[in-house]
Protein backbone atom coordinates (compact mmCIF):
# COMPACT_ATOMS: atom_id res chain seq x y z
CA UNK A 1 0.00 0.00 0.00
CA UNK A 2 1.05 3.40 -0.75
CA UNK A 3 1.10 6.81 1.44
CA UNK A 4 -0.88 9.59 -0.45
CA UNK A 5 -0.79 12.68 -0.52
CA UNK A 6 -3.79 13.64 -2.38
CA UNK A 7 -6.41 10.89 -4.80
CA UNK A 8 -9.16 11.43 -7.22
CA UNK A 9 -11.83 8.66 -7.47
CA UNK A 10 -12.79 8.13 -11.34
CA UNK A 11 -15.08 5.60 -11.48
CA UNK A 12 -16.50 2.62 -9.23
CA UNK A 13 -14.98 -1.28 -9.26
CA UNK A 14 -16.89 -2.61 -6.87
CA UNK A 15 -18.55 -2.53 -3.52
CA UNK A 16 -16.33 -0.95 -2.06
CA UNK A 17 -13.55 -0.41 -4.69
CA UNK A 18 -12.78 2.25 -7.13
CA UNK A 19 -10.59 3.33 -9.60
CA UNK A 20 -8.38 6.50 -8.63
CA UNK A 21 -5.49 8.11 -9.62
CA UNK A 22 -2.88 9.44 -6.68
CA UNK A 23 0.36 11.56 -5.65
CA UNK A 24 2.43 9.99 -3.09
CA UNK A 25 2.89 11.39 0.64
CA UNK A 26 6.69 11.64 -0.21
CA UNK A 27 6.30 13.78 -3.78
CA UNK A 28 4.54 16.16 -1.65
CA UNK A 29 6.51 16.23 0.80
CA UNK A 30 9.47 16.48 -1.70
CA UNK A 31 8.03 19.34 -4.30
CA UNK A 32 6.93 21.47 -1.07
CA UNK A 33 10.54 21.27 0.24
CA UNK A 34 11.70 22.13 -3.00
CA UNK A 35 9.61 25.30 -3.49
CA UNK A 36 10.55 26.38 -0.23
CA UNK A 37 14.08 26.22 -0.39
CA UNK A 38 14.37 27.84 -3.96
CA UNK A 39 11.94 30.87 -3.13
CA UNK A 40 12.29 31.60 -0.05
CA UNK A 41 15.77 33.24 2.39
CA UNK A 42 16.45 31.59 5.80
CA UNK A 43 14.17 29.08 5.17
CA UNK A 44 16.58 25.95 6.58
CA UNK A 45 14.33 25.01 9.05
CA UNK A 46 10.90 25.40 7.45
CA UNK A 47 12.38 23.25 4.80
CA UNK A 48 12.70 20.37 7.26
CA UNK A 49 9.36 20.25 8.35
CA UNK A 50 8.17 20.29 4.79
CA UNK A 51 9.19 16.71 4.89
CA UNK A 52 7.06 15.83 7.45
CA UNK A 53 4.52 18.06 8.10
CA UNK A 54 2.03 15.76 6.63
CA UNK A 55 3.75 12.77 8.40
CA UNK A 56 0.63 11.08 9.55
CA UNK A 57 -1.65 11.64 6.69
CA UNK A 58 -1.63 7.88 6.08
CA UNK A 59 -3.29 6.83 9.32
CA UNK A 60 -6.03 9.48 9.05
CA UNK A 61 -7.01 9.03 5.02
CA UNK A 62 -10.85 9.16 4.37
CA UNK A 63 -13.29 8.53 1.04
CA UNK A 64 -16.15 11.20 2.40
CA UNK A 65 -19.47 11.64 0.55
CA UNK A 66 -21.66 9.62 -1.34
CA UNK A 67 -21.06 6.26 -2.87
CA UNK A 68 -21.34 7.98 -6.28
CA UNK A 69 -19.34 10.70 -5.66
CA UNK A 70 -16.69 10.64 -3.33
CA UNK A 71 -13.26 12.23 -2.04
CA UNK A 72 -10.65 11.77 -0.35
CA UNK A 73 -9.68 13.80 2.42
CA UNK A 74 -7.86 13.50 6.12
CA UNK A 75 -8.99 13.94 9.42
CA UNK A 76 -7.30 15.29 12.56
CA UNK A 77 -2.98 14.39 11.56
CA UNK A 78 -1.88 17.75 12.85
CA UNK A 79 -2.73 17.36 16.30
CA UNK A 80 -0.91 14.37 15.93
CA UNK A 81 2.44 16.14 15.46
CA UNK A 82 4.74 16.53 18.74
CA UNK A 83 8.27 17.44 19.63
CA UNK A 84 9.57 14.02 19.51
CA UNK A 85 8.55 14.25 15.77
CA UNK A 86 11.15 17.07 15.16
CA UNK A 87 13.67 16.45 17.79
CA UNK A 88 15.89 15.18 15.18
CA UNK A 89 15.28 17.50 12.47
CA UNK A 90 18.20 18.34 10.40
CA UNK A 91 18.83 22.03 10.84
CA UNK A 92 22.22 22.26 9.14
CA UNK A 93 24.84 19.65 8.49
CA UNK A 94 27.01 21.30 11.18
CA UNK A 95 24.63 21.25 14.24
CA UNK A 96 21.56 19.41 15.87
CA UNK A 97 18.60 21.34 16.53
CA UNK A 98 18.45 23.76 19.10
CA UNK A 99 15.56 23.08 21.57
CA UNK A 100 13.97 26.50 20.62
CA UNK A 101 14.44 24.68 16.55
CA UNK A 102 12.29 21.67 17.92
CA UNK A 103 9.72 24.16 19.60
CA UNK A 104 9.13 26.11 16.67
CA UNK A 105 9.51 23.56 13.51
CA UNK A 106 6.62 21.81 16.10
CA UNK A 107 4.28 25.07 15.98
CA UNK A 108 4.18 25.22 12.46
CA UNK A 109 3.87 21.94 11.55
CA UNK A 110 1.16 21.23 13.89
CA UNK A 111 -0.62 24.94 12.98
CA UNK A 112 -0.34 24.79 9.30
CA UNK A 113 -3.34 23.19 8.39
CA UNK A 114 -5.44 25.48 10.91
CA UNK A 115 -3.96 28.86 9.96
CA UNK A 116 -6.47 28.89 7.34
CA UNK A 117 -9.61 29.72 9.09
CA UNK A 118 -7.74 31.83 11.33
CA UNK A 119 -8.43 29.15 14.21
CA UNK A 120 -7.02 31.32 17.26
CA UNK A 121 -7.79 28.82 19.41
CA UNK A 122 -5.47 26.30 18.32
CA UNK A 123 -2.64 29.60 17.47
CA UNK A 124 -2.94 29.70 21.58
CA UNK A 125 -2.90 26.36 22.76
CA UNK A 126 0.00 25.73 20.60
CA UNK A 127 2.06 28.82 21.77
CA UNK A 128 0.90 27.69 25.65
CA UNK A 129 2.59 24.00 24.29
CA UNK A 130 5.75 25.64 23.19
CA UNK A 131 6.66 27.72 25.95
CA UNK A 132 5.98 24.75 28.42
CA UNK A 133 7.93 22.31 26.10
CA UNK A 134 11.08 25.26 26.14
CA UNK A 135 10.23 25.96 30.35
CA UNK A 136 10.87 21.98 30.99
CA UNK A 137 14.30 22.61 29.36
CA UNK A 138 15.56 25.50 30.86
CA UNK A 139 14.90 27.76 28.00
CA UNK A 140 13.71 30.90 28.01
CA UNK A 141 12.65 33.04 25.00
CA UNK A 142 10.05 35.89 24.75
CA UNK A 143 6.57 34.88 23.23
CA UNK A 144 6.67 37.92 21.17
CA UNK A 145 10.01 36.28 19.46
CA UNK A 146 8.86 32.93 19.20
CA UNK A 147 5.37 34.45 17.57
CA UNK A 148 7.25 36.14 14.49
CA UNK A 149 9.42 32.68 14.31
CA UNK A 150 6.64 30.63 13.89
CA UNK A 151 4.52 33.30 12.14
CA UNK A 152 6.85 33.81 9.57
CA UNK A 153 7.37 29.73 8.74
CA UNK A 154 4.15 29.47 8.47
CA UNK A 155 3.40 32.04 5.71
CA UNK A 156 6.42 30.46 4.05
CA UNK A 157 5.25 26.75 4.55
CA UNK A 158 1.66 27.36 4.04
CA UNK A 159 2.92 28.93 0.33
CA UNK A 160 4.82 26.53 -0.84
CA UNK A 161 2.10 23.59 0.16
CA UNK A 162 -0.64 25.80 -2.00
CA UNK A 163 1.72 25.62 -4.64
CA UNK A 164 2.30 22.11 -4.85
CA UNK A 165 -1.41 21.05 -4.16
CA UNK A 166 -2.54 23.17 -6.61
CA UNK A 167 -0.03 21.29 -8.92
CA UNK A 168 -0.79 18.11 -7.58
CA UNK A 169 -4.74 18.51 -8.46
CA UNK A 170 -4.54 19.65 -12.20
CA UNK A 171 -1.82 16.36 -11.98
CA UNK A 172 -4.72 14.45 -11.14
CA UNK A 173 -7.14 15.83 -13.50
CA UNK A 174 -4.89 15.92 -16.35
CA UNK A 175 -6.52 18.70 -17.71
CA UNK A 176 -5.68 22.50 -18.27
CA UNK A 177 -9.13 23.16 -17.15
CA UNK A 178 -8.33 24.23 -13.91
CA UNK A 179 -8.94 27.24 -11.61
CA UNK A 180 -6.13 30.14 -11.39
CA UNK A 181 -5.52 31.34 -7.83
CA UNK A 182 -5.81 34.91 -8.20
CA UNK A 183 -5.80 37.19 -5.02
CA UNK A 184 -6.37 40.19 -7.41
CA UNK A 185 -9.95 39.67 -8.28
CA UNK A 186 -10.34 37.31 -5.07
CA UNK A 187 -12.55 35.19 -6.17
CA UNK A 188 -11.08 31.59 -6.07
CA UNK A 189 -8.72 31.95 -3.51
CA UNK A 190 -7.86 33.43 0.01
CA UNK A 191 -7.20 36.75 0.54
CA UNK A 192 -4.23 36.52 2.60
CA UNK A 193 -1.96 33.77 0.12
CA UNK A 194 -0.34 36.77 -2.27
CA UNK A 195 0.03 34.48 -5.67
CA UNK A 196 -1.38 33.83 -8.86
CA UNK A 197 -0.82 30.84 -10.47
CA UNK A 198 -1.89 28.85 -13.96
CA UNK A 199 -0.60 25.60 -15.27
CA UNK A 200 -0.42 24.38 -18.91
CA UNK A 201 -0.29 21.14 -20.51
CA UNK A 202 0.76 20.56 -23.77
CA UNK A 203 0.67 17.10 -24.61
CA UNK A 204 3.43 15.91 -22.08
CA UNK A 205 4.93 19.07 -20.66
CA UNK A 206 3.78 20.59 -17.81
CA UNK A 207 4.52 24.37 -17.75
CA UNK A 208 3.51 26.51 -14.50
CA UNK A 209 3.67 29.80 -13.92
CA UNK A 210 3.71 31.71 -10.28
CA UNK A 211 3.36 35.26 -9.98
CA UNK A 212 3.65 36.83 -6.48
CA UNK A 213 3.57 39.78 -4.77
CA UNK A 214 4.60 41.15 -1.49
CA UNK A 215 6.66 38.97 0.34
CA UNK A 216 9.82 41.27 0.22
CA UNK A 217 11.02 40.20 3.85
CA UNK A 218 10.58 36.51 3.18
CA UNK A 219 11.66 35.86 -0.62
CA UNK A 220 15.27 35.39 -1.55
CA UNK A 221 16.76 38.59 -3.01
CA UNK A 222 17.47 36.52 -6.60
CA UNK A 223 13.77 35.73 -6.84
CA UNK A 224 12.72 39.04 -5.77
CA UNK A 225 14.43 40.65 -8.42
CA UNK A 226 15.18 38.54 -11.48
CA UNK A 227 12.75 35.47 -10.62
CA UNK A 228 13.95 32.56 -10.83
CA UNK A 229 13.28 28.62 -12.56
CA UNK A 230 13.15 24.78 -11.18
CA UNK A 231 11.62 21.54 -11.74
CA UNK A 232 9.01 19.75 -10.11
CA UNK A 233 8.54 15.84 -10.44
CA UNK A 234 5.76 13.46 -9.73
CA UNK A 235 5.06 9.96 -10.44
CA UNK A 236 1.05 9.95 -10.86
CA UNK A 237 -0.28 6.44 -9.70
CA UNK A 238 -3.12 4.72 -11.01
CA UNK A 239 -4.62 1.99 -8.57
CA UNK A 240 -7.37 0.85 -6.53
CA UNK A 241 -8.87 3.05 -3.49
CA UNK A 242 -10.74 0.88 -0.98
CA UNK A 243 -12.61 1.87 1.76
CA UNK A 244 -11.84 -0.45 4.58
CA UNK A 245 -15.47 -0.78 6.83
CA UNK A 246 -17.62 1.70 8.12
CA UNK A 247 -15.56 3.74 9.59
CA UNK A 248 -15.00 5.49 6.38
CA UNK A 249 -10.91 4.66 6.32
CA UNK A 250 -9.33 3.95 3.14
CA UNK A 251 -6.29 2.71 1.34
CA UNK A 252 -4.44 2.88 -1.84
CA UNK A 253 -3.31 0.42 -3.66
CA UNK A 254 -0.63 1.58 -6.81
CA UNK A 255 -1.10 -0.56 -10.21
CA UNK A 256 0.90 2.01 -12.65
CA UNK A 257 2.05 5.27 -12.70
CA UNK A 258 3.58 8.32 -15.30
CA UNK A 259 6.46 10.50 -14.20
CA UNK A 260 5.04 13.82 -14.72
CA UNK A 261 8.28 16.76 -15.07
CA UNK A 262 6.15 20.20 -14.12
CA UNK A 263 8.51 23.17 -15.27
CA UNK A 264 8.28 26.18 -13.45
CA UNK A 265 8.63 29.59 -13.56
CA UNK A 266 8.50 32.58 -10.89
CA UNK A 267 8.75 36.13 -11.09
CA UNK A 268 7.53 38.89 -8.83
CA UNK A 269 4.97 41.69 -9.29
CA UNK A 270 7.76 44.36 -9.25
CA UNK A 271 9.47 42.17 -11.81
CA UNK A 272 6.40 42.62 -14.41
CA UNK A 273 6.16 46.15 -13.44
CA UNK A 274 9.70 46.89 -13.73
CA UNK A 275 9.76 44.94 -17.38
CA UNK A 276 6.79 47.18 -18.75
CA UNK A 277 7.93 50.31 -17.23
CA UNK A 278 11.47 49.32 -19.55
CA UNK A 279 9.60 48.66 -22.76
CA UNK A 280 7.48 51.72 -22.69
Not at 10 to 29: C, F, N, P, T, W
Not at 51 to 71: C, F, I, N, Q, V
Not at 120 to 140: C, H, I, P, Q
Not at 175 to 194: A, K, M, N
Amino acid sequence: MRSIARAVVRSKIADESYEAVAVELGSHQKAVAKIVEVLFAESELVKSVALRHDKYKPATMRAEGSKEELTVGFRGHPYMLSFSDFEDVEVSNDRRPSVVDVAVATAIGRLHHFINIRDVDSFVYTMALVKSYLGSRGAYVKLSELKNKVLRGLLILHIGDMIAGFVEQALLKNTGDVDIYDTESLETIEPHIPLATAITFAGDRVELRITLHGLSDVLRREVLENGTSFELEYPVYKGTLRILGESGRADFKDESSTLRVVHTKVIHKRRVIMDKIGGR
